[in-house]
Structure formats: C-alpha cells, structure tokens
C-alpha cells in the first residue's frame, strides 16, 4: 500500500513537473502565430476564460487553457484592459500578457471638430476605419433613444474631441462617450452660470452655445458675441443670426445666403421668429459653452465681421451701420450681415 502511494505521489509530481515545464515554455517561447502579424480585439467586461478563446480564435497556434493558465497564475489577469492589440512573430506568452495589461493597443482616433453638425458626425463615423457601423441605420431619434435619452434631439449633444478605439469597436461606443462627455461639459458651464441669466435651463444654455459658436471667427470675441445675443434675448429682439438660418435649409444649401432665405418660415429662422431656436445647431466646444453663460458685460447689440477674423460690435444701429459701411463694402448686395436689425 505505502509502495502504491509513493508511486502515486511521484507520478504526480512527475506530471506536475512536466505541465509547468510546459507552461513555462508556453510563458517564455515565441508563440506560433498563424501569420506575420494578428489582430486580437477584446470587448469590455469580456471573462478570461473568454479572453483565452479569443486569443486563439486570432490566430494564435496554442491551447485556450494555456494561455488561461498563463493570465490566472501570473496574478495579474483583473489588470487585462479591453481594446484591440497587434501580435507579431517573436511575441511570447508573457508579452502577450505584458500588453494586454499595460493597454499597449493598436488605437486609432476620431476628431469631432467645434462647430460641426450632427450629419458631419455620423458621415464621419460611417467612414471611420476599423470601427463596427452598428448606428448606420439608425435615425437620430434612435441614437438619442439608443442613449436613453429619446426625449431630447440630437443636434449639439455630442462633445467636439479627439475619441481614440481599438478595431472592432462600435460606433455606438463612440456615440456614448461623446454623449457623456458633452453631458459632463454642459453641466460644469451651467453650475457657473450667474443669478439674474436671461438662459433658463442648461439646455438654453447649449442652444446659445452652439450659436456662439458658429458665429465666432477668433476666440477672445467669443464673450462679447455672446453678450450681443444675451442682451437681444434680455430685450425681447430677434437674434437675427445667420447660422441658424442656415441650419434651418438643411443640406440644400448652395453656401449662397440670400435676402428670400432670411424670410423664409422655418424654426431656426431668428430673423422672424424671436427668442432662441429650439434646438441646438451644432456642437459646441467647452469655450462656447462658458462663453454662453458667462457673457461679457456690455450693452453691446450688434456686430459686423471685419474682414480679419475679428467682430466690430456696436451699442446702436446708427454705430452698427457705419461698421457694415466701412467693413463690408465689398460684400454681396443680396446679404445681411449677422445680426442686423430690418
């Protein structure tokens, strides 16, 4: 019996030995990768065990539980961050590991730019490289419904900023991120925004921003652009923004605006219709965003490109018409200037 045991012991041992022999060659070799390089993507919450098939399912020529063997004994395997990797020939088991941890991911980026619209962002996402177009289909109101958020229109929701991912990533993804961050920004103007602010809601606030916007050409007039359309809503005057005429013909138009388009009946249109439009027209940066609610004091109600970049801006009409005649002499008859008062 005591013979029978001592066998035993030794047998296991002996298998013991040889399986971390073989483990220690699975840590320490060059894995057999089924070609020069492999691309390995892994989703966030997915389980090791998961990992591991999706390792070998990439292309890597080695048993699903080695490389779960792998993860679980070095301790480390919480610290596997989801994206996408890139494998080469030469890569070992632990520097498998190493990157998997250390988040060392083939990543590619995405740029949201201040100022654009909802149709340039999803043109964007529909030709982004590496990403899984799950939202291709969707209508805008079923991205903002997607988001929990059905009640709201998607127009100006969305943060301007550079979004990195791994491929394989959806686009949903990227949606939720620029949603939450646009949320989180959004909220922090609106905590600074002062008593007394003829903006009543922070999505006034987003409104006003996405004007600002649109209608600023260097940013230290963001404040007093601002101040311009604060002081029109506080006197009960229309806007008379131009960008939101604009907004309100769509895609159609010709990048001609004329005297016919400043008339015509649609919501956007603050040459006619008084008080904010009611929704964003695009996405604003976090500059615009503050600039919305903290305007620059001034009695300030009109303003008129100069040519350079810059706004002129005027207390009176009779001040803002010598500023159209000196600064916009050469501009088209068939155009009013941003905003004028008819």
């Given at each position: 019996?005591?013979?029978?045991?001592k066998?035993?012991?030794?047998?296991?041992?002996?298998?013991?030995?040889?399986?971390?022999?073989?483990?220690?060659?699975?840590?320490?070799?060059?894995?057999n990768?089924?070609?020069p390089v492999?691309?390995?993507?892994?989703e966030?919450?997915?389980?090791?065990?998961q990992?591991?098939?999706?390792?070998?399912?990439?292309?890597?020529?080695?048993p699903?539980y080695?490389?779960?063997?792998?993860?679980?004994?070095?301790?480390?395997?919480?610290?596997i961050?989801?994206?996408?990797y890139?494998?080469?020939?030469?890569?070992?088991?632990?520097?498998?590991?190493?990157?998997l941890?250390r988040?060392?991911?083939?990543?590619r980026a995405?740029?949201?730019?201040e100022?654009?619209?909802?149709r340039?962002?999803?043109?964007?996402?529909?030709?982004?490289?590496?990403?899984?177009?799950?939202?291709?289909?969707?209508?805008?109101?079923e991205?903002?419904?997607?988001?929990?958020?059905?009640e709201?229109?998607?127009?100006?929701?969305?943060?301007?900023?550079?979004?990195t991912?791994?491929?394989?990533?959806?686009?949903?993804?990227?949606?939720?991120?620029?949603?939450?961050?646009?949320?989180?920004?959004?909220?922090?103007a609106?905590?600074?925004?002062?008593?007394?602010?003829?903006?009543k809601?922070?999505?006034?606030?987003?409104?006003?921003?996405?004007?600002?916007?649109?209608?600023t050409?260097?940013?230290?007039?963001?404040?007093?652009?601002?101040?311009?359309?604060?002081?029109?809503?506080?006197?009960?005057?229309p806007?008379q923004?131009?960008?939101?005429?604009?907004?309100?013909?769509?895609?159609?138009?010709?990048?001609?605006l004329?005297?016919?388009?400043?008339?015509s009946?649609?919501?956007?249109?603050?040459?006619?219709?008084?008080?904010?439009?009611?929704?964003?027209?695009?996405?604003?940066?976090?500059a615009?965003?503050?600039?919305?609610?903290?305007?620059?004091?001034?009695?300030?109600?009109?303003?008129v490109a100069?040519?350079?970049?810059r706004?002129?801006f005027?207390?009176?009409?009779?001040?803002?018409?010598?500023?159209?005649?000196?600064?916009?002499?050469?501009?088209?008859?068939?155009?009013?200037?941003a905003?004028?008062?008819?």
């Amino acid at each position: 019996m005591i013979r029978f045991l001592k066998i035993t012991f030794l047998t296991a041992l002996l298998a013991g030995l040889l399986g971390l022999t073989q483990l220690l060659w699975w840590v320490m070799a060059p894995l057999n990768l089924g070609s020069p390089v492999i691309e390995l993507s892994i989703e966030p919450g997915t389980p090791v065990k998961q990992i591991a098939q999706e390792v070998v399912r990439s292309g890597v020529d080695l048993p699903a539980y080695g490389i779960y063997l792998i993860f679980r004994l070095s301790g480390q395997s919480k610290q596997i961050r989801a994206g996408s990797y890139e494998l080469s020939r030469g890569d070992s088991g632990w520097d498998l590991l190493e990157k998997l941890i250390r988040g060392q991911e083939n990543l590619r980026a995405l740029t949201l730019v201040e100022g654009w619209n909802m149709r340039q962002f999803r043109a964007l996402l529909d030709k982004a490289d590496g990403l899984r177009h799950e939202s291709s289909q969707m209508s805008d109101q079923e991205i903002m419904q997607m988001l929990g958020h059905p009640e709201l229109a998607a127009e100006g929701r969305f943060y301007p900023d550079t979004y990195t991912y791994g491929k394989g990533t959806s686009d949903r993804n990227i949606l939720k991120r620029a949603f939450h961050a646009m949320d989180r920004h959004l909220a922090i103007a609106w905590g600074e925004h002062p008593k007394g602010s003829v903006l009543k809601s922070a999505d006034e606030a987003l409104i006003l921003a996405s004007i600002v916007e649109k209608e600023t050409g260097a940013a230290s007039d963001r404040p007093m652009i601002s101040s311009v359309f604060n002081n029109r809503l506080q006197l009960g005057m229309p806007l008379q923004t131009d960008p939101t005429v604009i907004y309100g013909l769509g895609p159609n138009f010709d990048g001609n605006l004329r005297r016919a388009d400043l008339r015509s009946n649609h919501p956007w249109n603050t040459y006619i219709h008084t008080g904010l439009p009611p929704t964003p027209i695009a996405m604003p940066g976090k500059a615009a965003l503050l600039a919305a609610v903290h305007p620059a004091q001034s009695e300030a109600l009109y303003f008129v490109a100069k040519g350079d970049g810059r706004s002129q801006f005027s207390n009176t009409l009779e001040e803002h018409n010598a500023a159209v005649q000196k600064y916009q002499l050469n501009r088209v008859k068939d155009y009013t200037s941003a905003p004028t008062n008819n």
